[in-house]
């Protein structure tokens, strides 16, 4: 039922009928709620979430979760009035619990404004009205260019950030009455306490953003920040029991808010850290479950999910009551990831991984229930558009319903189109990852519109190719060929990668304390074609144990973010001569990359690694092309049957970047003729890190094991604007049905027509 507005202001109220309470219309993929700011974990005598929202919205649409146990037992005694400017009321839904409503506006002619919510119990027989509750609610305008905001992209470079564990700004917050845990006594750094609360806080973070903007990160990720009202391991966050308020241990939303407006300020973005797939188990929804499917229950059957999840069941299952009976909770999940994209998985085996609770404190949610999925794209839009973020990190990416997922990326894209999400889908295999990448064409059909993923398949390979010795099939290699994978991502550059994160155990320990070892590996991930990402601490050498999972110790105090701290890096007191270099090292790579374009977003041609040395290059053109230009790049590319020959690397006429790594312990020279294709006839280069020229005329000395960063400049006096230093391969040019089949892919491109006729005219010779 939908009820227009036809006057400035009005009444409108809309009456439920038993029979229809449940076949309300279904609630938008695309809509918000949230509890009344400032409540705790408990609900109070009534809750309204989301407490406001804001006008002109791309999507209009709002649902309004309403949480009282004085609403009255059945639908239509209740009654809703709204009285406001352009608010059309679209519908009212209940659950099988009485306790809640939701309520459907339409904001698609509402300015920013405060209008009234009434809400009333009505006597069916004398139709006499109660009020129950008159509730102001806001619209808020939204900040100017609120939807075009940037998101993070191959520009920036991320700092994750456990807020617990970074900096404490704020004693005074440490320890609240209403919150289950307390600091740790006695000192919070000491390692007898690291899975207790330690009391860093935003205010930490604030306080040495300056720090951050020097060591050269542009995106800020915070761990979750929101309410852990959890009675242990409710420094992580990722236990939420309130899905609309910062943790009061941490500051406020004001606090949050006020944190993101600085770091912008002095050109830092802020990522999100979402939590979809579950929540804590001490959320106040535990008390008083909106309805009875609202978790995927760890005790119960999931008879339930043969109505809501009929994709899950197999034709066999429905057709077999000795099947269906067997069909039992899961409990706990299997973490067999595969099991979504799987052709030959067993639905069972589906179900077990996605609906399978994390542990007992993380009950699992079911997306697939439509106003719990409204509930959850609206609160992600919500924090958004209030903090002012610029990206979201979500976690447990692919434990959640896929088919919320794709709603859910689609809902927050397609209110901020320039945003951006990476999604946390942790495993070594990279067809695994990139199922879930926007533009994947799936054999399943599946789609999504997630940007980017975090690029576990190739930090994991860097980690075993750093620490394995150089063979024919180990070292190097195995980096090398890992890239060859690019192929199966949609938009590989896209992906972001990671020396380390609050998951996995230290960079500097998982290289047994190499320095030279340490440098490769935060070279790799600064000068890939990926966004990179770093772990706080990573500049300064934190270590960790090397093998399982030691959350706590991984997730250690930064050295002078605590009052008792032995050591300052963000002064530098106390570090040691190594920490120095380290931090100096990062420092220096990261403000290189912020001003050079070639790292950012060129193009990047590599080498077979040889003799133990492995030699990258990134590259961008730094004036774009002709249409003569392009039409002899396509001819060689015809001509050489080499799809590098469109690499900006192949063009004299752009910048380079050349990285060479190298684990040789003993001097050895490297021959740069082999990489001439490239190099074209620069004379010199200059070292990053150390500043020194270093000479491209003869080979280069590589004293000891390490990375060489040089910065080559295009030769400006050089005539030929392409392929200049390509060998000559005229013996080696394409056959003629080779060279038709590649022009004929591209017959609607006038260059490749002209490069087409060349090719044939040679061949014809």
Known sequence: MILNLRTLTTSLVIMLSLGASANTAQASSSSLSLPLQGTSSQPQDLTLEPAFWWAGMHNPELQLMLYSRELPSLPQQ????????????????????????????????????????????????SKTNTPLYRLPYTLQARAKGSRERQGFSNKDVIYLITPDRFANGNTSNDNQADMLEQVAANSPSNLNYPDARHGGDIAGISQHLAYLVKLGVTQLWINPLLENNQAQYSYHGYSITNL????????????????????NKLGLGVIKDVVVNHIGSNHWWLNDLPSQDWLNDATKTQLHNRKSKPDLMQSADTKSSAIKSSVTSPGFTSHRRTTVQDPYAAAQDHIDFVDGWFTDTMPDLNQSNPKLATYLIQNSIWWVEYAGLSG???????????GFLAKWSK??????????????EWTANPITVSYWQKGKINADGYTSDLPSLMDFPLYEKLIASLNEPESWDTGFIKLYEMLANDVVYAEPSKLVLFEGNHDTNRIFSLVKENIDLYKMALTYVLTAKRIPQLFYGTEVLMTSPTEGRHDGVVRSDFPGGFANSATNAFTGQGLSEPQRQAQQFVRTLLNYRKKSPALKSGDLLHFVPQDGIYVQFRCVLNAPLSAEQKAEALKSLIQNNSLTQHNACTQPSADKVMVIYNKNDKIVTLDINRFASVLGDSGAATDIISGNTVSLNQAITLPHAGVTILELKPNSKSKSPLNAGLPSRQDSMLSRNQANALTRAHTNNSAINLAKNSTQKGTQS
């Open 392 to 402: 979201i990190r979500e976690d447990t990416y692919s434990y959640a319903d896929k």
């Open 411 to 424: 809902a927050v894209m397609a209110e901020y189109p320039n945003f951006n999400i990476v999604g946390e």
């Open 244 to 263: 609309y308020r910062v943790d009061p241990r941490f500051g406020s939303n004001e606090d949050y808010k006020a944190l993101v407006a600085k770091a």
């Open 78 to 125: 209740l009654k809703v009035d709204i009285q406001g400017h352009g608010i059309t009321l679209k519908s009212l839904e209940h659950t099988d619990n009485p306790h809640y409503l939701f309520i459907n506006l339409n904001l698609s002619q509402a300015a920013p404004q405060t209008f009234e919510l009434v809400i009333s119990s009505t006597d069916s027989a």
